[in-house]
Structure formats: structure tokens, C-alpha cells
């Protein structure tokens, strides 16, 4: 047992009375504050400096900050001192917007998982863009996640997705193209071929750009998309995201399942790294993979790697298992990677 599930992580799951947004929200505000001491010590704690490339950009490791847990980059300078290689800010949007009615974030405690609906709550392209000028470069990687703002009709996303883009690739290292989150109403549909290639077309050129898939499309849907993605010069895939199954929940948490959103955690593991496999034998490793959903201990990293992945990104096992899990699943990576060359 780790300081962190043991001390830390209590306290957490009791704040606002168990509410998790409340947590999601004071545990950002105490990250935002650390000053460069503490940053400088937890980094000599938690940093594990393994490299690996991905489509063109050099990573310390290979171990990333999923998109969702930093919409706003409030907390952008902590990042890197708990460990992570990376970081992915957003789902950012063109427009400022306030996200689905509360509560939209549940822990299934359990099933070692969460469900989210919320909608896209960040304050919009342009207030990001102003504080990633302010912020300057960071010590890692940064990517950023693209989605449609909710106002915005589904026929007019492109020029919504690429007003959030003139904004912010100048300070990406590669920019995540949100096609696949539940919570926004007809989102998913722009992962049909003529609307992904339409919005890649418009977007592909300055920076990598790479496309969040859902575990729930079939095989024969996923080898389109994965179509669309090649032809138009896509830098990779992000697989995945958040589901609407609600398999492999505890008898517990069968209450909560009802709850609408998308879930996230231990009991998507398998299905993410069946996607993983399949994208990487369908592409013939053409196309990088960041594999995400599921990772809780450090094999679940290595394993993710050898279904395919280059890279991984952590969230809801960050959330159960704290910094440790960073660590761990770096230097597991960083295993697999040795034992992958010839």
C-alpha cells in the first residue's frame, strides 16, 4: 500500500461528502499551488527519464496525463513533478461552456472505474491559448484535445474545430482530435468516414494530429476510420475512450451504472488493449498508438506496449492509485521497450 492509497486518497473520496467533482476540483487547486521546491522534490521522487519518439516528438517516458483531468491546464507545472513523460490538456472547445448540470462525475468504487458526463466544461480555446502564452514552454511533452463546442451545429464542426486549432497549435506538440467522447449529443457520428476526412483534412499540416477513437465502434468500423486516418496524413490514434458498455461492474456498483455517461477504469482494460492490437495489426504499425483506459498497475502499461501502443496516458488509475502508478508503469514501459528491441 502506497502513502497515497492508504492516506492520501481517503481523505480525497471523502471530500464534499463523497463527491467527486468536489475532489477533481481541490485536488487541481493544491496541485496549481505547489511552488518549485516541492515541485523539484516530488520530481526527484516520482520522475523517470526512459525516452522514447513517437510520431516525431522525443518523450522523457512513455507515460502521459490523459485528456480530462486538466481541461484548463490550470496545473500544467505539477505534471511533470508527479512523473508523467506528457500531458494532454483539454477537451477544450471554441466556445466557453459550462459542461451538463451536476453531479456529472461518479466514482464506482468497487469496480474500480468512473463515469463521467461532463460535457466538455472548459473555458474555451481562447482563455487556454492565454494561459499557455503566459505559462511558456513545458518541461514535457503537450498535447491538446479538440472538441466540438455544443452550440455548434454538427455541420458546421470543421470551421468550430479549426478555430480552436489557430489558437492553439502553436503550443502543442501535438494536437488530440475529440471524436469519440460520449456527453457531447452527436459527436461520435464525426468518426464516419466523410466527416473524419473532411475535419482531418482541414486540420492535418502544422502539428501531429491524432484521432480519439471509442471502444464501442465494431472492428469493421474502426478499420474505416483507421482508412480515413491514413489517407489524410493522421500522426496516430488515441484508443480509447470512454464507453457506454457497463460490463465487468462489482455488484456494488450496479446502482450507479444506471447513470448516464460514459465509463472509464478497470473495466475497460481488456477491450482497450483489444483495440490497441487491432489498430496496430490493421495499420501495419503505420500509425502510433497512445493506448489508454484500464491501466491500474504497472503491467497494464508493458502490456498495453506489446499489443502495440508507443505511448500510454493514465486518468481513472491516476485517481485510484496516485503517482505511484506513474512510476511504476514508466519504468515497466521502459522494460517492455528494451526487451521489443532486437
Known amino acids: 500500500m502506497s ?15 463523497g463527491d467527486a467533482e468536489k475532489a477533481h476540483e481541490f485536488t487541481l487547486a493544491r496541485l496549481a499551488s505547489l511552488g518549485a521546491r516541492s515541485r523539484a522534490l516530488l520530481h526527484r ?19 502521459g496525463l490523459a485528456a480530462g ?7 500544467l507545472p505539477a505534471w511533470p513533478a508527479l512523473g508523467f513523460g506528457f500531458v494532454e490538456v483539454g477537451t477544450v472547445t471554441a466556445r466557453a461552456q459550462p459542461g ?10 468497487d469496480s474500480e472505474a468512473v463515469i463521467n458526463r461532463m460535457g466538455f466544461n472548459n473555458a474555451g480555446a481562447a482563455a487556454l491559448a492565454s494561459r499557455l502564452q503566459a505559462l511558456g514552454p513545458l518541461d514535457v511533452p503537450l498535447g491538446i484535445s479538440l472538441g466540438k463546442s455544443k452550440a455548434t451545429p454538427l455541420d458546421q464542426a470543421v470551421e468550430d474545430y ?16 475529440n471524436v ?11 468518426q464516419d468516414k466523410d466527416a473524419l476526412g473532411a475535419l482531418l483534412g482541414a486540420l492535418v499540416g502544422r502539428v501531429p494530429v491524432l484521432v480519439k477513437i471509442a471502444p464501442d465502434l465494431t472492428d469493421e468500423a474502426i478499420a474505416e476510420l483507421l482508412e480515413v486516418c491514413l489517407a489524410y496524413g493522421a500522426a496516430g490514434v488515441i484508443a480509447t475512450n470512454t464507453t457506454l458498455a457497463r460490463d465487468g461492474l462489482a455488484a456494488a456498483d450496479r446502482p450507479l451504472a444506471e447513470q448516464a455517461g460514459g465509463l472509464s477504469g478497470r473495466p475497460l482494460t481488456e477491450r482497450s488493449r483489444e483495440v490497441v492490437r487491432f489498430v496496430h ?10 493506448g489508454v483506459g484500464g491501466i491500474f498497475e504497472p503491467d497494464d502499461a508493458a502490456r498495453m506496449l506489446d ?5 500510454v496516458q493514465l486518468y481513472t488509475g491516476f485517481i485510484y492509485r496516485g503517482p505511484a502508478l506513474v512510476r511504476g508503469a514508466a519504468r515497466a514501459c521502459a522494460q517492455a521497450g528494451e526487451k521489443a528491441r532486437p
Open 162 to 177: 479549426l478555430a480552436s486549432y489557430n489558437l492553439l497549435h502553436p503550443y502543442a506538440d501535438y494536437i488530440a482530435v
Open 69 to 75: 483531468m486538466d481541461k484548463n491546464g490550470v496545473a
Open 3 to 17: 502513502l497515497f492509497t492508504g492516506a492520501v486518497r481517503p481523505v480525497l473520496f471523502r471530500l464534499g461528502g
Open 100 to 109: 451538463n448540470d451536476r453531479p456529472r462525475l461518479f466514482r464506482l468504487r
Open 307 to 311: 499489443a502495440g501502443a508507443s505511448l
Open 281 to 290: 495489426a490493421e495499420t501495419g504499425g503505420r500509425l502510433p498508438i497512445i
Open 180 to 190: 469519440s467522447s460520449p456527453n457531447t449529443p452527436g459527436l461520435r457520428t464525426l
Open 45 to 63: 521522487r516520482y520522475a523517470v527519464q526512459a525516452p522514447v519518439e513517437a510520431f516525431g516528438v522525443r518523450f522523457p517516458n512513455a507515460v
